[in-house]
């Protein structure tokens, strides 16, 4: 696993990094984890019907994504939560510890990035650094630096506008 203070030191990212008990759903880290700047986010690791295809869906904490509506959005038929094996060989992390901070570790490009609208215009968000007992704190051109620094090109969403795709 890549050490992810060393990985973005090296390209000039600053984030903040806090400390706190291991934390596994968004509720514990309601309760666990202390007030923090930025936007809490949420993260899903997805396929497709086939398994061809993998997503990393980040959103903030407090959305209900609707998968169907996703997928409809993203051209993706039938996305279901990919296994703990999936996400451990495309992005190197357990269950619990998701973060698009892990997109560092998908050298292959094998994983879409979709990142919702309202967190991708937040002046700064929390992110695990690829464990669950800590949260970091990037600024937006720092996300942007990353995401770049990763190879990967975000899709950026509306989740809220997935939703009325359900209805």
Not at 8 to 29: F, K, Y
Not at 128 to 144: C, F, K, Q, R, W
């Amino acid at each position: 696993m890549i050490d992810i203070a060393t990985y973005l030191r090296e390209r000039g990212i600053d984030a903040q990094r806090q400390e706190h008990a291991a934390v596994m759903t968004v509720e514990e880290s309601e309760r666990l984890v202390p007030p923090l700047p930025g936007a809490k986010t949420k993260n899903l690791f997805l396929r497709d019907r086939k398994g061809l295809r993998h997503f990393l869906v980040t959103t903030r904490h407090d959305v209900a994504v609707d998968l169907k509506a996703l997928g409809t959005m993203i051209d993706a038929g039938g996305l279901g939560f990919a296994s703990p094996e999936r996400l451990r060989k495309h992005l190197d992390v357990a269950p619990g510890s998701v973060s698009l901070l892990a997109l560092c570790n998908d050298t292959a490009g094998a994983v879409e990035f979709v990142i919702d609208r309202a967190l991708w215009e937040a002046s700064a968000l929390q992110a695990h650094p690829l464990v669950n007992t800590a949260t970091m704190i990037l600024s937006h051109a720092d996300l942007e630096r990353f995401v770049v620094a990763t190879g990967h090109s975000p899709r950026v969403v509306d989740l809220a506008v997935a939703e009325s795709f359900a209805r």
